[in-house]
């Protein structure tokens, strides 16, 4: 009787463990507050900054002041001659650059567009922190495209507008791809940023006094909430989450077809454009991990907002992309490989075993390995600085990836005597600069426009709820109609 007891004692005592475990009230979305509560929570993190904010500020400023503006001015003034561009690997760290910030912009587009198109929950207080990634990122690769130019004065003889030398662009080169392909990406995901902020812009409005009053006054457009304006903001937020996923899909593979067009060993191949795609969510997610994580401990009442479910549905994604991504990397060597071209064979055999090897070995423990062997545990997944820390690896990874495609690739050619190891020299101090001016941005975005869309969680909220039945709370969700 003393054994059956505590058998069931055990039993009963592990039930409460678990259901404590997995309470739905530790969920946003089962755990509401208030309206004005919630506003004010967000209208506080964005007004309350401490000296050390200001000293990063400056930092970043002071980076952006000389490692972008600076370093740019004298490039122009000297000339591509400072820069380690030279035969055979005319495209540099400029290119890497581009294709690296493209591939951060599309955790934006995934997590807002494709997410709230399938309607997943734990988006909600997040999208906009990835979004900005979006806007912010783009810039950025806009910006390293100008400098692989050189002569950027001349830049506007790329659009195709008449002029008395009736001069038009080459449309077959790949520039002109990415001009076409990252401006309608520009314009597109700053419209869609700016849809879902206007609610958000109007509840700052009602809660400001001074310049930030006004500011948010010419921002929100008038938006009061009434019936009509909701029924016109949803519907023109579901045409572009709907308009802007191919524009994210066809991007990348645009940028992927720069290189598979051309009929360079370790280029020449088919599976470029959706393993680029890949490549990209794959850097994107580590990087809107480390952004939350940066929120949720710099930034007041955030811990509210974001908490262990949202790392851990995350977690789950960045799991999910790695093995997508590991799929199309080994395919693209190993049918590279089967080809049996005999440059193809000594680029790989140099990646192996060459100087470089160190960078394709870090980018595949960093892409593929160190992911399959955290993500799967939950305890790694929910707890943030970690999933921050694999996030980073794999953003490093990421980077060495397209090191390896643009210079390391150009490399080695079908003529042995133009053989030359890249080396960069300027572009590693513009680099530095396009990461400070991405990092200040966001720095200035979190203390002007709010980065927790509130209307979006209150929404949430409001459909979901728990339900008690005997002694159990069993969550239920509604639809608006």
């Not at 995350?314 to 991504?325: A, D, E, N, Q, R």
């Amino acid at each position: 009787m003393a054994v059956t007891s505590g058998y069931l004692g055990s039993e009963k005592a592990n039930a409460e463990h678990h259901e404590e475990e997995h309470d739905p009230r530790e969920s946003l979305m089962y755990d509401p507050r208030p309206r004005g509560e919630m506003n004010a929570m967000v209208m506080e993190s964005m007004h309350t900054t401490s000296w050390k904010f200001w000293v990063v500020l400056g930092v970043l400023a002071f980076l952006v002041a000389t490692c972008f503006f600076y370093a740019w001015g004298y490039m122009i003034a000297e000339g591509l001659g400072v820069a380690g561009v030279n035969r055979p690997a005319y495209w540099g760290v400029f290119l890497v650059n581009t294709v690296f910030w493209i591939g951060i912009s599309h955790a934006g587009t995934f997590i807002s567009a494709i997410l709230r198109v399938m309607k997943a929950e734990f988006r909600r207080p997040f999208t906009r922190a990835a979004e900005l990634m979006t806007t912010f990122g783009l810039i950025q690769a806009g910006a390293s495209i100008f400098m692989h130019l050189g002569r950027v004065w001349l830049a506007y003889w790329m659009f195709p507008i008449p002029n008395e030398r009736q001069l038009w662009p080459n449309f077959h080169s790949p520039l002109m791809w990415d001009l076409l392909a990252i401006t309608t990406y520009v314009l597109g995901s700053t419209m869609y940023l700016f849809l879902p902020l206007i609610p958000d812009l109007a509840m700052a409005r009602d809660r400001s006094t001074g310049w930030r009053k006004t500011f948010y006054r010419i921002l929100a457009l008038g938006f009061r909430g009434t019936e009509g304006e909701w029924r016109h903001l949803t519907t023109a937020m579901n045409i572009f989450a709907f308009a802007i996923i191919p524009v994210m899909f066809s991007v990348h593979t645009i940028v992927s077809w720069d290189f598979a067009m051309a009929s360079r060993p370790g280029w020449s191949s088919t599976v470029f454009g959706p393993y680029f795609v890949l490549g990209a969510l794959h850097s994107g997610m580590g990087a809107v991990a480390i952004v939350l994580v940066i929120m949720r401990a710099t930034m007041k009442h955030m811990d509210y907002f974001i908490r262990k479910e949202h790392f851990d549905a995350l977690g789950k994604l960045m799991m999910i992309v790695s093995f997508t991504y590991a799929y199309f990397f080994f395919n693209d060597y190993i049918v590279q490989w089967y080809g049996g071209d005999k440059w193809t064979d000594t680029l790989l055999h140099w990646l192996e075993e060459g100087p470089m090897a160190w960078m394709f070995y870090q980018m595949i423990a960093f892409n593929i390995v160190i992911p399959f062997l955290t993500l799967w545990n939950k305890r790694v997944r929910t707890t943030p600085w970690l999933l921050a820390l694999i996030g980073g690896l794999i953003n490093v990874g990421m980077y060495w990836e397209r090191y390896i495609i643009v210079p390391v690739m150009l490399s080695i050619n079908r003529m042995p005597f133009t053989w030359r190891l890249y080396e960069p020299g300027i572009e590693i101090y513009l680099t530095i600069g396009t990461f400070a001016m991405f990092l200040l941005f966001y720095m200035i975005a979190s203390r002007l426009i709010p980065l927790i869309p509130v209307w979006e969680v209150q929404e949430g909220q409001m459909v979901h709820s728990l339900r008690k039945v005997g002694k159990a709370h069993v969550p239920t969700v509604s639809e608006f109609e």
